[in-house]
C-alpha cells in the first residue's frame, strides 16, 4: 500500500492545478495534455467537501479501492494540506487491519473504543489472564502448573458465578442488544453463520479429526474443492463441465459379428470374403525362392536386372 501510494505521489507531479471555485471545485489538467491519446482524459474535476474533510474525484479511484488518486493528492499538496484527512484513511490499508475478531470477541477491537469497555473489572480479569498465558508459555513446568491452577480454580468459580449481579460486559451487552431487536437478529445470524462455517482442523500433533460446525455429518475432504488437473496447451476460457454433460465416443461394432475391433469389411467371419494367397519369400540378394538372404552364395553382378524385377536383357 505504501508503494502504490509513492507512485500515485510520483504521477501527481505531472498535473497542474486550476482554481473553479476557491476551497470548494478544482480542475487538475495534465502537463502534456496536447500530446496525449485522444482516449486518454485531459483533465479531472476534484471537489471538497465539508471544509476539506473530504475529497471526491470524477476518475473514482477512492470509492472503487478506498485510494486516494494522483488528481485528489495534488490538490491536497496544492491547497497546503500537511496530513491526509482521516476520511481517507481506510482501516483496512493500516496495521489495525488484522485486528479482526469474532462477534463474542468484538469488543476487543481498537475501532469499537472505551464505551464497549465499561467494566474495570472484565478488562482486569482480561489483563490477568493474559499474563497467565504468557508465564504458563515458558516452559513445559510453568504450563503443568498454570493449568493445574485454572482447572481448580474453575472447578470453585463455576458455584460462585452460578449468581450473577448484571453488571458484567457481558450481561451489559445483552441488554443493549434487546433494546434494539433488529441489530440482535441481525446479529444472531451472522453469529449462527460463523458457527455454521467454524472448522476444527488437526494438526501434526494428531489433536484429533477433523469436522466442520456442530451439525455436520460430512469429512472435511467432501467440502474442499477439487484439485484441478493443469491441461495441456493454451488455457481456455471454457467452464469444467460435469460429467452429465460430457458425451462418451460412441462405439462401433461390426454389422457381421457385432463385435468390436474390425469393420465388415474386414470381419473374418464373412463367407464371401476371398483369403489373400501367402506370398512367397524369397531371397533378398538374388530374389530367387529356397533361401535367404544370410545363405545365398549368388553373386549379384552390377547394372544388371534381378530375377525378380523381371528378365534380364
Given at each position: 500500500?505504501?508503494?502504490?501510494?509513492?507512485?500515485?505521489?510520483?504521477?501527481?507531479?505531472?498535473?497542474?492545478?486550476?482554481?473553479?471555485?476557491?476551497?470548494?471545485?478544482?480542475?487538475?489538467?495534465?502537463?502534456?495534455?496536447?500530446?496525449?491519446?485522444?482516449?486518454?482524459?485531459?483533465?479531472?474535476?476534484?471537489?471538497?467537501?465539508?471544509?476539506?474533510?473530504?475529497?471526491?474525484?470524477?476518475?473514482?479511484?477512492?470509492?472503487?479501492?478506498g485510494m486516494l488518486c494522483c488528481h485528489a493528492i495534488k490538490v491536497l499538496l496544492h491547497m497546503g494540506?500537511?496530513?491526509?484527512?482521516?476520511?481517507?484513511?481506510?482501516?483496512?490499508?493500516?496495521?489495525?487491519?488484522?485486528?479482526?475478531?469474532?462477534?463474542?470477541?468484538?469488543?476487543?477491537?481498537?475501532?469499537?473504543?472505551?464505551?464497549?469497555?465499561?467494566?474495570?473489572?472484565?478488562?482486569?480479569?482480561?489483563?490477568?489472564?493474559?499474563?497467565?498465558?504468557?508465564?504458563?508459555?515458558?516452559?513445559?513446568?510453568?504450563?503443568?502448573?498454570?493449568?493445574?491452577?485454572?482447572?481448580?480454580?474453575?472447578?470453585?468459580?463455576?458455584?460462585?458465578?452460578?449468581?450473577?449481579?448484571?453488571?458484567?460486559?457481558?450481561?451489559?451487552?445483552?441488554?443493549?442488544?434487546?433494546?434494539?431487536?433488529?441489530?440482535?437478529?441481525?446479529?444472531?445470524?451472522?453469529?449462527?453463520?460463523?458457527?455454521?462455517?467454524?472448522?476444527?482442523?488437526?494438526?501434526?500433533?494428531?489433536?484429533?479429526?477433523?469436522?466442520?460446525?456442530?451439525?455436520?455429518?460430512?469429512?472435511?475432504?467432501?467440502?474442499?474443492?477439487?484439485?484441478?488437473?493443469?491441461?495441456?496447451?493454451?488455457?481456455?476460457?471454457?467452464?469444467?463441465?460435469?460429467?452429465?454433460?460430457?458425451?462418451?465416443?460412441?462405439?462401433?461394432?461390426?454389422?457381421?459379428?457385432?463385435?468390436?475391433?474390425?469393420?465388415?469389411?474386414?470381419?473374418?467371419?464373412?463367407?464371401?470374403?476371398?483369403?489373400?494367397?501367402?506370398?512367397?519369400?524369397?531371397?533378398?540378394?538374388?530374389?530367387?525362392?529356397?533361401?535367404?538372404?544370410?545363405?545365398?552364395?549368388?553373386?549379384?553382378?552390377?547394372?544388371?536386372?534381378?530375377?525378380?524385377?523381371?528378365?534380364?536383357?
Amino acid at each position: 500500500m505504501f508503494e502504490m501510494f509513492g507512485q500515485a505521489l510520483y504521477r501527481a507531479g505531472r498535473y497542474d492545478v486550476e482554481e473553479v471555485e476557491r476551497g470548494t471545485r478544482y480542475h487538475v489538467r495534465h502537463i502534456e495534455a496536447e500530446k496525449r491519446e485522444k482516449w486518454c482524459r485531459e483533465m479531472h474535476a476534484v471537489d471538497v467537501h465539508e471544509g476539506g474533510a473530504r475529497y471526491t474525484c470524477e476518475c473514482g479511484l477512492f470509492e472503487h479501492m478506498g485510494m486516494l488518486c494522483c488528481h485528489a493528492i495534488k490538490v491536497l499538496l496544492h491547497m497546503g494540506v500537511q496530513k491526509i484527512p482521516s476520511f481517507h484513511v481506510m482501516k483496512r490499508w493500516t496495521i489495525d487491519a488484522r485486528d479482526n475478531l469474532s462477534l463474542h470477541l468484538i469488543h476487543y477491537q481498537k475501532d469499537q473504543g472505551p464505551p464497549r469497555l465499561s467494566s474495570y473489572r472484565h478488562t482486569t480479569l482480561h489483563l490477568t489472564a493474559l499474563e497467565f498465558v504468557q508465564l504458563g508459555d515458558s516452559n513445559v513446568d510453568a504450563f503443568d502448573r498454570v493449568m493445574d491452577i485454572l482447572i481448580a480454580g474453575k472447578a470453585e468459580l463455576t458455584i460462585l458465578a452460578s449468581i450473577k449481579d448484571g453488571k458484567s460486559l457481558v450481561d451489559q451487552t445483552q441488554v443493549g442488544e434487546s433494546a434494539n431487536p433488529t441489530m440482535t437478529m441481525m446479529a444472531d445470524g451472522a453469529h449462527q453463520e460463523d458457527e455454521r462455517s467454524e472448522m476444527f482442523i488437526s494438526t501434526e500433533c494428531g489433536l484429533g479429526s477433523v469436522s466442520v460446525g456442530a451439525d455436520s455429518r460430512h469429512p472435511l475432504s467432501t467440502l474442499l474443492a477439487p484439485d484441478r488437473k493443469k491441461q495441456k496447451g493454451r488455457p481456455t476460457t471454457a467452464r469444467d463441465k460435469p460429467g452429465y454433460e460430457i458425451k462418451d465416443a460412441r462405439s462401433r461394432f461390426c454389422t457381421v459379428c457385432r463385435e468390436k475391433g474390425h469393420k465388415s469389411t474386414t470381419c473374418p467371419r464373412r463367407g464371401d470374403l476371398p483369403k489373400k494367397p501367402r506370398k512367397i519369400p524369397t531371397c533378398g540378394n538374388c530374389g530367387v525362392a529356397g533361401h535367404k538372404k544370410t545363405s545365398c552364395f549368388n553373386l549379384v553382378l552390377p547394372f544388371v536386372k534381378r530375377p525378380r524385377d523381371g528378365p534380364v536383357e
